[in-house]
């Protein structure tokens, strides 16, 4: 096949398929989600926004291999800026590609030809994202666990007789992701009180991506409402395991519960707006919001902690026209008008 040329080939989509290998794209934008080849197509063609931004970026992961079964795969990390509406900004988009197209060719399965050359649009995920997203990588290529997993189901199930501290971060996370399976799910329900707290954080953090059945779900729930303000730590990492695409009833109780307590900070707002986002409807919205404002009083920061999280939220497709409504909204209480009339005025400044 001839090099193809930055003309020839006008997605990065399109060169993945062109490429010869298999793939798979993960949004990293808030936690870790497989994402399928047409939706990310759409994203590019400007047809869909991008459904997870952060920091006025859409943050990818690019899996790819060749062969059945995987000997080697390789992984790219990639963000690209988005527009005001959560589009992906094309020119840049453009770039990336021009340079690994100069720089690779056609082929990403000959030796040498999986490294990406230097370009401004790499990252590297945090510790625990890695962990997680590696987890998910050698389930979906059909890979045997890191070594130590076994080791963290013997401490899941006998935490009195094994050492947490031998247990790595890697291990932790490739057992997270099979607490699927109901046996190990009721264990762990079961033993929440008796894990070291270091532990718990990891395992929180690293069940994310999982669906949690609602024994599960209820027991972390309930743990968070009782160690969020004694152990903040480990209460936030157990609000992070309750992360899911759908509606929960409980995890919104829980919501509505912990931001009407007085106790509610900046990092309870920040891991509510970067992984708990599907579970705010009108009233937990607003509820947000009016504990930014407060908080944003409260800490004399002239409103740009309120300002910040809206920017954040209103590039959320599943929350804009929400944020948007609010923000007109005649109904809404005197210290969200007082916010959101500073907003305004900022904006008008700028």
Known sequence: ??????????????????????????????????????????????????????????????????????????????????????????????????????????????????ELPDNPYSFVPPQSQMAIFNALTRRLLHLPDSVGTDKVEQYVKAPAISDWRELSVQAVADFAVKLEAPTLAKTVADNLKLYQQDFLKTLFESAEPVTLDNALNNAIADFCQARIDSEPAVGLAALRALSSETPEPQ????????????????HLLSVIAGRLYSQLDESLLVAFFERAAFIDDKEAMQGQLFAGFFSDLVQLPILRLQVLSMLRSPDRSEILAVAFGRLFNQAQKQ
């Open 251 to 266: 995890t919104k109780t829980l919501l509505a519960n912990l931001l009407a307590k007085d106790s509610a900070d900046i």
């Open 1 to 114: 096949m001839a090099n193809p040329s930055a003309q020839s080939i006008q997605t990065l989509s399109e060169f993945l398929l062109h490429a010869g290998t298999n793939f798979q794209l993960f949004d990293l934008g808030r936690g870790v989600h497989a994402m399928d080849t047409q939706m990310f197509l759409d994203l590019e063609n400007g047809m869909l926004p991008c459904p997870r931004p952060r920091q006025q970026h859409a943050w990818f992961a690019i899996v790819f291999w060749s062969g059945k079964p995987v000997k080697q795969h390789y992984v790219w990390f990639v963000k690209f800026p988005v527009d005001e509406r959560g589009l992906l900004v094309v020119a840049a988009r453009n770039h990336f590609l021009q340079i690994i197209v100069d720089a690779l060719g056609s082929s990403l399965s000959e030796d040498g030809q999986d």
